[in-house]
């Protein structure tokens, strides 16, 4: 038997689950820089769940794959109590919006709230029973449009 290498896990699709502070910010750091549009929210009160559908920079690949890739990925967060958006019209549906982050702000007994944060001062405010989210990867990588890999100055 063999041990399974680090490289190994390169081309499978991630499936990721967070249930805590930490499994967040790790979530966070892989979503950052994708890219969706408005119409790709979807919130859904009677599910208590939001659903975003995300083009995904690989992260986890970094610079090791020229040309660098995307992939089709679902962040989905459940138990949500309530959605409010700041900088984001539900109406603008074509508006492309970039994922800069996804932050923890722990309340009561459990609860508190999720932020998304966009570029261009856009953010969406998740107040939520537990943290429950899920990224999950849903097409194979495909090459970045742009060909390059997001910076941050």
Same mark, same amino acid.
């Given at each position: ?22 499994? %967040? ?9 994708? %890219?969706?549009? %408005? ?19 690989? @992260?986890?690949?970094?610079?090791? +794959? ?9 962040l ?14 539900p109406?603008?549906?074509?508006? %492309?919006?970039?994922?800069?982050s +996804?932050? @923890? ?49």
């Amino acid at each position: 038997m063999v041990d399974a290498r680090f490289e190994d896990g390169f081309e499978a699709p991630l499936a990721l689950a967070a249930a805590d502070a930490e499994d %967040v910010k790790i979530l966070s750091a892989l979503a950052q820089d994708a %890219v969706l549009t %408005v119409a790709d929210i979807k919130y859904t009160r009677a599910k208590r769940q939001v659903v975003l559908l995300l083009n995904r920079f690989r @992260w986890e690949n970094g610079a090791r +794959v020229s040309p660098p890739e995307r992939v089709r990925s679902l962040l989905i967060v459940d138990d949500v109590l309530s959605m409010a958006a700041q900088g984001i019209s539900p109406q603008a549906r074509d508006v %492309v919006l970039s994922l800069l982050s +996804v932050e @923890w702000q722990a309340g009561e007994d459990g609860m508190g709230r999720l932020t998304l944060t966009f570029a261009g001062d856009g953010a969406l405010a998740l107040e939520v029973e537990a943290i429950n989210l899920a990224l999950r990867d849903v097409t194979k990588p495909y090459q970045a449009p742009s060909g390059k890999t997001p910076s941050h100055p």
